[in-house]
């Protein structure tokens, strides 16, 4: 079938402000996005820019807006999008070019909340045991694959840069709730400002975002709910 995709292009050296440009190509219903990206970067505009690597939903790398919502182009089937798609690139982070954002900011929230295991105890001589119970209690948010696509997504992000956003504490969850770690007041008491947990206003853009179906909202009320606790 034949499609267009209407690409927004900005080269910050050449272009004093972002423009669309279409390009047709021929594709299968059942190819991706990202078959139409290489497409046209390979036989028709080598000078097209974007992200990829694993190219299977798995690395995160290839988080852009398809039709308006976040999604990996190496999971968005055409099928799915129609003869004419928009292809954008996340909002709120400096467009380094086309679809490729500056993500250092992203990666600072992240770090900002100590994603490693914390234990000061003597490595035990195997590994460190835990119950399925308390394995189930981070499952969902063990999945993250740091794609940007919630934070990115998230209403309360684009009106304030400072905010951790949803993925940096879907991955505080991972660590505050895994019965191994000894971190977790640490990471509470970072959470805990108007930065941090309380800046969520529950819209839920980043629960309908997230390509691994994580629970983000969810695990955010969770991490509320420790503090609340915690006070109490
Ligand atoms: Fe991506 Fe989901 Fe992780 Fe957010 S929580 S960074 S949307 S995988
Ligand atoms: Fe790795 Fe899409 S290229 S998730």
């Known amino acids: 079938m034949e499609v267009t995709l209407k690409i927004q292009r900005f080269d910050p050296e050449k272009d004093r402000k972002p423009y669309y440009r279409e390009y047709v190509v021929d594709v299968e219903p059942t190819d991706r996005v990202l078959d139409a990206?290489?497409?046209?970067?390979?036989?028709?505009?080598?000078?097209?820019?974007?992200?990829?690597?694993c190219a299977h939903g798995v690395c995160g790398s290839d988080t852009m807006r398809i039709n308006g919502r976040n999604q990996l182009a190496c999971k968005a089937l055409i099928k799915d999008?129609?003869?004419?798609?928009?292809?954008?690139?996340?909002?709120?982070?400096?467009?380094?070019?086309d679809l490729v954002v500056d993500l250092?900011?992203?990666?600072?929230?992240?770090?900002?909340?100590?994603?490693?295991?914390?234990?000061?105890?003597?490595?035990?001589?195997?590994?460190r045991l835990q119950s399925p119970e308390q394995r189930a209690r981070f499952d969902d948010t063990t999945k993250?694959?740091?794609?940007?696509?919630?934070?990115?997504?998230?209403?309360?992000?684009?009106?304030?840069?400072?905010?951790?956003?949803?993925?940096?504490?879907?991955?505080?969850?991972?660590?505050?709730?895994?019965?191994?770690?000894?971190?977790?007041?640490?990471?509470?008491?970072?959470?805990?400002?108007?930065?941090?947990?309380?800046?969520?206003?529950?819209?839920f853009n980043c629960t309908d975002a997230c390509p691994r179906g994580i629970k983000v909202t969810e695990a955010i009320e969770q991490l509320k709910r420790a503090l609340l606790v915690r006070r109490t």
């Open 37 to 53: 990206l290489h497409l046209i970067k390979w036989y028709q505009d080598g000078t097209l820019t974007f992200r990829r690597s």
């Open 81 to 97: 999008l129609g003869s004419y798609i928009t292809v954008e690139p996340m909002l709120g982070f400096p467009i380094i070019k």
């Open 104 to 127: 250092e900011p992203f990666f600072e929230k992240y770090r900002a909340i100590r994603p490693y295991l914390i234990n000061n105890d003597p490595p035990p001589v195997t590994e």
């Open 144 to 203: 993250c694959i740091l794609c940007a696509a919630c934070t990115t997504a998230c209403p309360p992000f684009w009106a304030n840069g400072r905010w951790l956003g949803p993925a940096a504490l879907v991955n505080a969850h991972r660590f505050i709730f895994d019965s191994r770690d000894q971190g977790a007041q640490e990471r509470l008491n970072i959470i805990n400002s108007n930065e941090g947990v309380w800046r969520c206003r529950t819209v």
